[in-house]
């Protein structure tokens, strides 16, 4: 296994030798490499940059100094866009929709993914089975009848109940990937633990959950993004704008003021920034967890 | 109920629910709440949508059966048929476009010595974006008269290129597949790097010291080695593509000009939201299943053929 795992670093090492062998092809090489890396840089990064500009401008700067940095900044806009756009209860529906939802994402799918990786029971294939066609259907083809069950339920407008209907969307992806981590660990851990008298769920809340934590915090991590920028589910079932959330404000603050660009830039800072603050802080875990499933397998 | 079962699982043999007392009973009750969940919001749907798609019905009227007529419809509705046709030009383009591309951008960052955390980071930012976000922000961008793409073709002389980017029905479409791509790029490009960081160097070296070139390593190691990825990413974004364009589309189009960007979804939620054909809206939702469900079994099956365990 030693012999195994050393190729796999030595590619990076590879790499890293390569520069003491530098000619002058090569150095071109290098130099080809980061200009087209920067034009990807440029492509990505400058528009938000761009949007963050023109965010702190007066209207009037706006035509004259498209390009460029703002000679002022006016955080007037910042607080006019969110009196106008109603950013407050928004941020508040975001909040209560996307937390009760994970909360239920994970207090259920938890137990489920443990009883499929661990234990014993007849229907464990079919449960499997379904689970996994079950991520083949996206909720997204079964709006109107998910919308007519949602009514029936008397779940429509109502932020707690579209909770629900986003835990159920995210469950079979999420129960498929804890099952993974449920898989690897150790029996023996579990069979000490059975010997001293300890019911399964004392094991699964005690000494299973701990070992999983990278799993759950990849389920998160995943649900978060999915349910805070969803648009799709949240313009089906909460139709009222006193329960909308942040990405249904922005549509409609976009439609009803679309002549406001320096608010509607400032709405548009406010509501992303916070993601990507998120995201550039623990972008280690998400990125490794992210490829981790994905190239495993 | 769980006190009952641990209480049995306990005290062994002796006890009469001794039938419960087995993993059997703690399975079930673990697995309880998430088939409840289950059963509510996908199998009720699921099951529901196909009963409604089989009759008219506007929500609130008594339904009346209706066999396959919505079906039928749907073979002769030239809207619907525009849709599907725009639904897969979307499809491939956007698929083909993010594995070259990802692909490329991988190979550029898996070079890279110094930033590689940096630049994978930055690539990865539109990803965390929300579609409305993004779909907003190219708006303006492609904005016909302050936009940033018009205003940067005048700057370097390319005026005559000038477009109502969204507006001109010919490529109303491609500028929204442009803008899917940007905000997916990131994510493909980081799954490459991880599959192109586990190819051994050694590979690489001793074809060098074979002789081959940079373009027969890529053909003769990395594509051959990159095969499992290449589907992974082929699946994750066929399912994405078909089914998560409403956001976008909403947003930047609404599916016009003249329905130009109408795709399935789209179709779908004006016919039941603007004109009340529930069940004819139904029907259109199983149509999009069945293509997306055959699309991945097919892929699926491809991948076992071609021995691809993943």
Same mark, same amino acid.
């Given at each position: 296994m030693s012999g195994a795992a050393?190729?796999?670093?030595?590619?990076?090492?590879?790499?890293?030798?390569?520069?003491?062998?530098?000619?002058?092809?090569?150095?071109?090489? %290098?130099?080809? =490499? &980061? @200009?087209?890396?920067?034009?990807?840089? =440029?492509?990505?990064? &400058?528009?938000?940059?761009?949007?963050?500009?023109?965010?702190?401008?007066?209207?009037?700067?706006?035509?004259?100094? *498209?390009?460029?940095?703002?000679?002022?900044?006016?955080?007037?806009? &910042?607080?006019?866009?969110?009196? =106008?756009?109603?950013?407050?209860?928004? =941020?508040?529906?975001? %909040?209560? %929709?996307?937390?009760? @939802?994970?909360? *239920?994402?994970? %207090?259920?799918?938890?137990?489920?993914a443990y009883a499929l990786a661990r234990l014993r029971f007849p229907g464990r294939g079919l449960v499997l089975a379904v689970a996994v066609a079950a991520m083949l259907v996206p909720p997204q083809v079964m709006a109107i009848p998910l919308f007519m069950v949602a009514r029936d339920l008397g779940l429509i407008n109502n932020r707690l109940g579209v909770a629900f209907v986003y835990a159920a969307t995210s469950l079979p992806l999420s129960v498929f990937i804890l099952r993974s981590f449920f898989v690897t660990l150790p029996a023996d851990l579990e069979d000490a633990a059975r010997v001293d008298g300890a019911s399964r769920l004392e094991i699964l809340i005690h000494i299973m959950l701990p070992l999983v934590r990278p799993g759950v915090a990849l389920i998160l991590i995943f649900g978060f993004i999915e349910i805070w920028n969803d648009f799709f589910l949240a313009f089906l079932l909460l139709r009222d704008p006193s329960v909308q959330t942040i990405p249904l404000g922005l549509v409609s603050f976009f439609q009803q003021y679309d002549s406001l660009w320096t608010l509607y830039f400032a709405a548009l800072t406010i509501t992303t920034l916070p993601v990507i603050v998120v995201f550039l802080a623990m972008q280690r875990q998400f990125i490794a967890g992210l490829t981790a499933g994905a190239v495993k397998g | 109920m769980t006190t009952r079962s641990q209480k049995a699982a306990a005290s062994g043999r002796s006890d009469p629910w001794r039938f419960l007392a087995g993993d059997g009973a703690v399975a079930f009750l673990m697995i309880l709440p998430a088939a409840i969940l289950f059963c509510l919001f996908y199998l009720w749907p699921f099951v529901n949508g196909f009963w409604l798609s089989l009759h008219n019905w506007d929500g609130f009227s008594d339904p009346t059966w209706a066999g396959l007529s919505n079906y039928q419809r749907l073979l002769h509705d030239r809207i619907f048929l525009g849709a599907l046709r725009n639904n897969l030009i979307f499809v491939v383009a956007v698929v083909l476009l993010k594995n070259v591309l990802g692909l490329g951008l991988a190979l550029l960052l898996d070079r890279a010595l110094v930033g590689r955390a940096f630049f994978r980071a930055a690539a990865f930012v539109p990803v965390t974006m929300s579609f409305v976000a993004v779909g907003l922000l190219w708006s303006w961008i492609y904005n016909p008269v302050f936009g940033l793409l018009n205003g940067a073709l005048d700057l370097f002389g390319l005026g005559g290129l000038k477009r109502s980017w969204l507006g001109d029905a010919d490529i109303a479409l491609y500028s929204i597949i442009v803008v899917d791509v940007w905000k997916w790029l990131g994510f493909h490009a980081v799954i490459y790097l991880a599959g192109l960081q586990t190819i051994p160097s050694e590979l690489y070296e001793s074809a060098k010291m074979d002789g081959a070139g940079p373009l027969q390593r890529f053909r003769h190691i990395t594509v051959p080695m990159m095969m499992p990825i290449i589907f992974i990413n082929t699946i994750l974004g066929l399912s994405g593509a078909f089914v998560r364009n409403f956001d976008i589309v909403y947003v930047l189009t609404k599916g016009g000009p003249n329905h130009a960007t109408e795709v399935v979804l789209t179709y779908m939620m004006s016919k039941a939201f603007q004109e009340g054909a529930m069940s004819y809206a139904a029907a259109i939702g199983y149509v999009l299943f069945l293509i997306v469900g055959l699309a991945s079994v097919g892929l699926l099956a491809l991948m076992r053929r071609q021995r691809l365990d993943v």
């Open positions: 050393e190729p796999v670093l030595s590619h990076d090492a590879g790499a890293a030798r390569r520069p003491r062998r530098l000619g002058a092809r090569g150095l071109l090489e %290098v130099a080809g =490499i &980061y @200009a087209a890396l920067a034009l990807v840089l =440029i492509e990505t990064l &400058y528009p938000l940059l761009w949007v963050l500009f023109g965010s702190l401008k007066t209207k009037e700067e706006m035509l004259s100094n *498209i390009w460029g940095p703002p000679s002022s900044l006016v955080l007037q806009n &910042y607080a006019d866009a969110w009196r =106008i756009a109603g950013m407050g209860s928004r =941020i508040v529906s975001s %909040v209560l %929709v996307t937390g009760s @939802a994970l909360v *239920i994402l994970v %207090v259920v799918a938890t137990p489920c | -």
